[in-house]
């Protein structure tokens, strides 16, 4: 069965930070680009970083460039998502997604997880 499970997510104060993994299986995980997104109430799922297959190139949106590292390590079939100077606009629920090309385009993701829940307290 193809899956992804997302983890670490929880409930931090203002300027502090959280580690979420992703973790993959029933895939081929090397030949995936990974993305994360984030989806707040009342607002639309958007993208936040993603990675390329080797890990060698990484994007992020402008909101959380500078706070935000996206990583992978193939070998764990695993991608991260390291959230420092995390601010109460970054509250939301987070995924994880597998895409068969390098993209921020949320409808060109093939897989998704379940979701972690991250809340940012003021």
């Known amino acids: 069965q193809v899956r992804l499970v997302e983890s670490g997510g929880g409930l931090v104060q203002a300027g502090g930070s959280l580690r979420l993994s992703c973790a993959a299986s029933g895939l081929t995980f090397s030949s995936y680009a990974m993305g994360w997104f984030r989806q707040a109430p009342g607002k639309e799922r958007e993208f936040v970083a993603c990675i390329t297959r080797s890990g060698g190139s990484t994007y992020y949106a402008d909101s959380v460039k500078g706070r935000f590292t996206i990583s992978r390590d193939n070998a764990k079939n695993t991608v991260y998502l390291q959230m420092n100077s995390l601010k109460p606009e970054d509250t939301a629920v987070y995924y994880c997604?597998?895409?068969?090309?390098?993209?921020?385009?949320?409808?060109?993701?093939?897989?998704w997880g379940q979701g972690t829940q991250v809340t940012v307290s003021s």
């Open positions: 997604a597998a895409s068969t090309s390098l993209t921020r385009i949320t409808t060109l993701y093939n897989l």
